[in-house]
């Protein structure tokens, strides 16, 4: 006999079925014993004798028995399998569970974060917990799926390096046989470099920075959706196609995961309006009018700035996004394209939503000469970066640009989550990877280079 | 003037475009000259006059100019804009190249994989090269598309990880703040819990194996197309998904790269063959009467068994793929689960494509005790794989298995290369990581706790 899924069982009243998946509940009635069976498809009712009692939450079964409607009385309109039940003839224990330290069954977790990712593989079996990463899902293949409609490559970046990508102190070195290489923090070079061979590309990318702070925005090793393409007439087509895609994500988790969105109470962020676009300078006058704190002289918002930024986007252009332009030169990669207009700021962006920075992009320098004059400028040495990246730019490289989308921020941020790693599926920071690294101190804390 | 791509061009005859790309080769006839502009979707040609003979191959240009059709004798029957052309009016260079280090011009780079490597920013612009890429591309997105069609969810596994997966000392420390983590050596652990909640998962990974040595096969960091599933009902559930997922790829590189196919020169495997099953011992049996070679106390294949069995299946099952199974347990990682007939034996397998390892995968204990048991008798402490991997299996796991199918090998064997780093863009190893690591060394080499 073939397994039938929780949801196809509603078509097949009156067959035999069979039934493999988790104890998600038991209601013990003494005689009569109800039991929702849970698998990847969903919830459906089991019941039984007093057997069924001995069950324990969470014990892995195999069940089988004719499918029935079940009283008028007992439907239960919530669920999509709300109106049959499974009268259990045969059931098999296929692996028990070892006692539960809190309780899966109800509707939300009330658990703190430290210990929701400290029972991680047991926190991820709940509805809502998963429904997280149902919805990352959606978003990284409705990225994919855009990005190649509009005649873009996939490829794939690696993720150690040999020298510091960005500059900064804040990199991971890893002993790799008698050298020091490096985690990478972002595919920006690889991303470049595969504009000169292919155009447009995109990657799914890991991405790590040794920023020793605790903040509930910050990972040390994360994923950028990241995008690069050339041939672009104006760094405004950068905009253009970010504000597309993340429009684009925002329609695919709408259409596909209505209950989730309903289970958070929330929506995605409206279609309608254009996301306005505003230098930085005068985002800093907006919040300086709006609220009196004068953040003028700073290179950069604060996350304050880009809450009262996300305020005003509201207020003023009906948006839940908005586009910051024109960061400071000093305050951008060396890589970064000067506005011709004011060589002290930069072609560059980062897309604000529901106050916080989801992306970050702008035009490069594309030409040779020009960039090696900037990795001189930045204090750096032009021969530590030859070999491969400036070699694209030598043998002709056509104006271009990009972005990063953050896709733990994206997914915390539409369904409103109040921390990064809660939209991570296993979170790594400076005081966690999987377990909690104090635990290891003294214990394992060792010397790469003797181990 | 909006840009018309070169495979674009065909259908629009008598009307002005605008181009953009790279020169991809002169032909200067004095008066005359001819261009062949390369973008992201082909080539064209360009005719003009002497000015075209002052461009350099691999110049970025943006050119102007009415599409006329070639005359007769001169339609090239070889491209797909063969029969056009585009009289230049107004030509422009977007960026300059230098000049080339080789002739990129040629049907085949004819370079040594060291020099090819050096200059991988310019040898990826070759069509050739492109098309390797191009085809991974196809792998990976088949590889999700068919498992999608089958059920299953898509996740992003961690490469940080606080102890070694699989045992061994092959792996690399990566210094983190105050500790030491390590980069992972496969997803083998995440996609088993996943399991514990979704059922049945697959991702694209980074994986990093510091073996220190050189292989035309192995590099120290590679894509796994990971896939894990649970309640399977026999362990040859796991092949039969295996064999259609690779088939699935084969029918897509078929269907979407004819014409690199014949680049190469080489077809993909046969579909209609149903892959042959064999256990390790029966292998040994066959090598040694086909050959005199005695290789039966082995408790492998060696690269020439590999072959061999290649050969073997060729010629009695008309097939490029065989599954060779049943590992000795001693040799298989501590999951794995035991033949339930020969506990010396285990449920596992490879696969065996055009005489290499593509796959390798099995069935695992489900069972907390008898896991943690074998944990122990591995000479591992089960308080390490507690939190989280063994915590997946304390609260019920089904029966599950799954397998690894290595990205650069298949894309490598598929298209008949002899090198897997050909297969990957940028090819780790324990001599580079982009540049040479002996011209490193001494200058770089640090200790990464001092840095």
Redesign the interface.
């Known amino acids: 006999m073939f397994?039938t899924l929780a949801a196809e069982t509603i078509s097949k009243i009156g067959e035999k079925l069979l039934l493999?998946g988790?104890v998600n509940t038991i209601r013990d009635h003494g005689k009569v014993v109800f039991i929702d069976l849970r698998?990847?498809s969903g919830i459906v009712q089991v019941v039984g004798d007093e057997k069924l009692g001995k069950l324990r939450v969470?014990?892995?079964v195999e069940v089988s028995g004719v499918l029935n409607k079940r009283p008028e009385k007992m439907v239960n309109p919530e669920i999509a399998t709300g109106k049959v039940e499974v009268q259990v003839e045969n059931l098999k224990v296929?692996?028990?569970?070892?006692e539960?330290p809190f309780d899966l069954g109800q509707e939300s977790l009330k658990l703190d974060l430290p210990t929701l990712l400290?029972?991680?593989?047991?926190s991820?079996?709940h509805p809502r917990i998963?429904a997280i990463?149902?919805v990352?899902?959606t978003i990284?293949?409705t990225f994919r799926s855009t990005m190649k409609n509009l005649?873009f490559?996939?490829?794939?970046?690696?993720?150690?390096?040999?020298t510091a990508t960005e500059g900064g102190a804040q990199i991971?070195?890893?002993?790799?046989?008698?050298?020091?290489?490096y985690?990478a923090q972002s595919p920006q070079f690889?991303k470049q470099?595969?504009v000169?061979?292919?155009?447009?590309v995109f990657t799914?990318a890991?991405a790590?920075r040794?920023e020793?702070s605790v903040t509930t925005r910050h990972m040390?090793?994360y994923?950028g959706l990241d995008v690069e393409f050339g041939?672009i007439d104006s760094w405004q087509e950068l905009m253009d196609t970010a504000e597309h895609l993340v429009k684009e994500i925002f329609r695919a988790v709408k259409e596909n995961h209505a209950e989730i969105l309903k289970m958070y109470q929330i929506d995605v962020p409206g279609l309608s309006a254009q996301v306005p676009r505003i230098k930085l300078k005068e985002a800093q006058e907006i919040i300086y009018k709006r609220t009196g704190r004068d953040i003028r002289q700073e290179p950069d918002l604060d996350p304050e700035g880009e809450r009262e930024m996300w305020r005003w986007a509201q207020d003023e252009h009906d948006s839940e996004l908005v586009f910051i332009t024109h960061y400071p030169t000093k305050k951008r990669p060396m890589y970064t394209h000067p506005d011709p207009e004011n060589p002290q700021e930069t072609l560059s962006f980062d897309l604000i939503g529901r106050g916080q920075e989801w992306i970050t992009g702008g035009q490069r320098i594309?030409?040779?000469q020009k960039l090696v004059a900037n990795i001189k400028k930045w204090k750096c040495d032009p021969k530590n970066f030859e070999?491969?990246?400036l070699?694209?730019?030598?043998?002709?490289?056509?104006?271009e640009g990009g972005f990063c989308l953050g896709?733990e921020r994206i997914t915390m941020n539409i369904l409103g989550l109040s921390n990064v790693r809660e939209a991570t599926?296993?979170p790594?920071d400076?005081e966690r990877?999987?377990?909690r690294?104090t635990e290891?101190?003294g214990k394992?804390?060792?010397?790469?280079?003797t181990?």
């Open positions: 397994r493999k988790w698998d990847r969470e014990d892995v296929l692996a028990p569970a070892a539960l400290d029972n991680r593989s047991l991820l079996r998963k990463f149902q990352q899902e990284v293949q005649g490559t996939e490829f794939q970046a690696p993720t150690l390096v040999a991971f070195p890893v002993k790799y046989f008698d050298y020091t290489v985690l690889y470099i595969m000169s061979a292919f155009e447009r799914v890991h790590y040794a020793p040390t090793e994923l041939f594309n030409e040779y070999v491969p990246y070699q694209a730019f030598k043998y002709g490289m056509p104006p896709l599926l296993f790594r400076m990877v999987d377990i690294l290891i101190r394992r804390k060792t010397n790469p280079n181990t």
